[in-house]
């Protein structure tokens, strides 16, 4: 892997950043103090931080709405006739939806 030569990554005499820089949380790269976002981690535009972003956030959502209604479809049938099938399923279908919708809703923006 080559080294991006777009930004400066000079450091002061001691070891520390030279001013104006600042090092991302994520991936330790020196990347401009005023930067809304890291070109390393996000994309040169910041499009893939913000679909990644929103695929997290959509499976989370779609994981906690799977999730209840499991538990609201195994509380109306009783627990003696759920099945994991239909639960797993349905959790992890609701998952798997909310990562489309939470990228497609980032890619718009």
Request: proline content about 8%.
């Amino acid at each position: 892997m080559g080294v991006d030569q777009r930004l400066p990554t000079a450091t002061a005499p001691a070891g520390e950043p030279a001013q104006g820089m600042i090092a991302c949380p994520s991936c330790s790269q020196l990347v401009p103090a005023g930067a809304p976002y890291c070109p390393y981690c996000c994309g040169e535009d910041g499009r893939r931080g913000a679909l990644m972003r929103g695929a997290m956030l959509g499976w989370l959502f779609g994981f906690l709405t799977g999730g209840l209604a499991s538990a609201a479809w195994s509380s109306y049938v009783g627990p003696e006739q759920t099945a994991w099938t239909p639960v797993l399923m349905t959790t992890f279908g609701c998952a798997a939806a909310g990562v489309i919708i939470g990228m497609i809703v980032s890619w718009r923006r």
